[in-house]
């Protein structure tokens, strides 16, 4: 449950498991925002998020291809991820979003 906890720590990394959720392989530059201020978060992506992800295996990223897929342990947190999609209006307004 730790390891589940720690991938969702974040809103970045709940954003990209859930975009993966929806489709994978996927781009890093769909996980990029589109705004001036995208170099920071960039670098965040590329030295925090998704080499945390990989290691705990929910994700696969392949930085030849700069490309993001499901990793081996996807399946162990996507009932969560679904968990938190179906009961998100029951959330409280002020609960972290995607």
Same mark, same amino acid.
């Given at each position: 449950?730790? $390891?589940?906890?720690? /991938?969702?720590?974040?809103? $970045? %990394?709940?954003?990209?498991?859930?975009?993966?959720?929806?489709? &994978?392989?996927?781009?890093?530059?769909d996980f990029l925002p589109r705004s001036a201020? /995208?170099?920071?978060?960039? /670098?965040?992506? %590329?030295?925090?998020?998704?080499?945390?992800? /990989? &290691?705990? =295996?929910?994700?696969?990223?392949?930085? =030849? =291809? #700069?490309?993001v897929s499901r990793g081996q342990r996807f399946?162990?947190?996507?009932?969560?991820?679904?968990?938190?999609?179906?009961? =998100?209006?029951?959330?409280?307004? #002020?609960?972290? %979003?995607?």
């Amino acid at each position: 449950m730790d $390891r589940v906890f720690e /991938a969702l720590f974040t809103r $970045r %990394r709940r954003m990209i498991l859930f975009m993966l959720k929806q489709r &994978s392989p996927r781009p890093i530059v769909d996980f990029l925002p589109r705004s001036a201020g /995208a170099r920071n978060t960039e /670098a965040e992506l %590329r030295h925090d998020d998704l080499p945390r992800l /990989a &290691s705990l =295996a929910y994700i696969d990223w392949d930085r =030849a =291809a #700069d490309e993001v897929s499901r990793g081996q342990r996807f399946d162990e947190i996507e009932p969560m991820l679904e968990l938190l999609e179906n009961h =998100a209006d029951e959330l409280p307004d #002020d609960w972290p %979003r995607r």
